[in-house]
């Protein structure tokens, strides 16, 4: 009777225990800044297919991070290119010069929804595709913008200034096209784009002359966030010295940047180099610079806002390719713009942003460019994601 006690206590015991199955399932990254530069809000990437093999019952809804505190830190498993298979866990940390971090990935559910700090937006009524991070927000045209009272035939990119953290895309399309021309505490859309390239906008180049596109035609989203939010869009054919040009373009955009990562295909039915310029409109007072320092070049013009509907400030545009990739820099047409090329069918990237003396992070021209620096050297030179078990 004592014995059959005994061995029923126990059998509970043990069943309350978790088994190895039910333990929280868990490997450590070790995550290493090569550069002797501060990254802040640096998103580590790490391959989905790596998380799978080494985390038993993970998947993109059941899946953590932790800091070596033991922190929960949000992350997010993104699908880059939108087909419907996972690319990457991504989540984001600050680092020293040459500090390595650690990390905890858990095959456990976020114990909250983050936060997003990037969106992205089309606006049907314009035909309008806007996005953001928590710093600096950005905007389209679309062939229905043809249809409004505004008609415009440009793919030039708009800037929108922040003197927030908070997302603020909606919050402006819900209070009109003429409110959001306005800071009314939060920034505003002080940028005139017009038929330019805008800020990151490109064009064909022949016969030294820049030959625009038109509207983008396709949309869709592919990821909104809560750290990345992507987008692609489709721009038919348009002429080039007499040779047609169409572009696919796909736009991520991560939590605390100022600058968004664009990938764009060029196609031509006779296929070969295509030549092309991308840069910046100039603007009244502008002063444009130009960069071969790092591996990744830029190009940017600081000046005074529009003071049109109170714009106040000086702000900074700038475009970023591989300095290897620019056969010329041009101040033409009004613009800034690098002169470089692609071929038909593969993908080029390039990196555009914007900053603003009054969003509070760029006090100076100087702040700007050492801030271009920071970020070409961080794309040349990725963080160094170890797994360790």
Not at 140 to 146: D, M, P, R, V
Not at 305 to 315: F, Q, S
Not at 339 to 358: F, L, M, Q, R
Request: avoid cysteine.
């Amino acid at each position: 009777m004592r014995l059959s006690r005994l061995l029923a206590a126990l059998a509970v015991t043990l069943a309350a225990r978790p088994t190895p199955a039910q333990a929280p399932a868990h490997v450590t990254l070790r995550v290493e800044n090569p550069l002797a530069i501060t990254r802040r809000d640096e998103t580590v990437s790490v391959p989905w297919t790596e998380v799978m093999s080494r985390l038993a019952g993970v998947t993109p809804t059941t899946v953590r991070v932790r800091d070596a505190e033991g922190r929960e830190i949000p992350s997010q498993v993104v699908d880059n290119e939108g087909v419907g298979t996972p690319d990457a866990l991504i989540f984001q940390g600050d680092f020293r010069e040459k500090e390595a971090r650690r990390f905890t990935v858990e095959a456990a559910a976020p114990s909250t929804p983050y936060e997003p700090k990037v969106a992205v937006r089309h606006d049907d009524p314009r035909d309008d595709m806007a996005w953001e991070s928590d710093r600096v927000a950005f905007r389209i045209y679309g062939e229905g913008l043809k249809k409004t009272p505004n008609a415009m035939s440009s793919n030039g990119i708009d800037v929108w200034n922040k003197r927030t953290r908070s997302l603020i895309v909606e919050k402006w399309y819900t209070t009109g096209h003429d409110n959001y021309h306005i800071d009314r505490g939060e920034g505003a859309d002080f940028y005139d784009v017009g038929e330019t390239l805008g800020n990151g906008g490109v064009a064909g180049w022949a016969r030294d002359t820049i030959w625009r596109g038109d509207n983008f035609k396709h949309w869709r989203i592919i990821a909104t966030g809560p750290i990345r939010a992507v987008f692609e869009l489709k721009y038919d054919p348009w002429n080039v010295n007499g040779k047609q040009m169409a572009e696919v373009k796909r736009v991520s955009i991560d939590a605390g940047s100022n600058v968004y990562k664009a990938t764009s295909v060029f196609t031509s039915p006779s296929g070969g180099e295509l030549p092309y310029v991308i840069g910046t409109v100039k603007r009244k007072g502008m002063v444009g610079v130009f960069s071969n320092n790092n591996a990744w070049a830029w190009l940017t013009g600081w000046g005074i806002v529009d003071p049109k509907n109170g714009g106040h400030g000086e702000m900074g545009t700038a475009v970023l390719l591989p300095r290897g990739a620019v056969s010329d820099w041009k101040e033409a047409f009004n613009h800034y713009f690098a002169v470089t090329k692609a071929t038909s069918g593969k993908p080029v990237v390039h990196y555009i942003g914007a900053g603003w003396t009054d969003s509070g992070d760029f006090p100076t021209p100087q702040s700007w460019w050492t801030y271009l620096d920071a970020v070409a050297q961080r794309i040349d030179q990725p963080v160094r994601v170890t797994i360790q078990r």
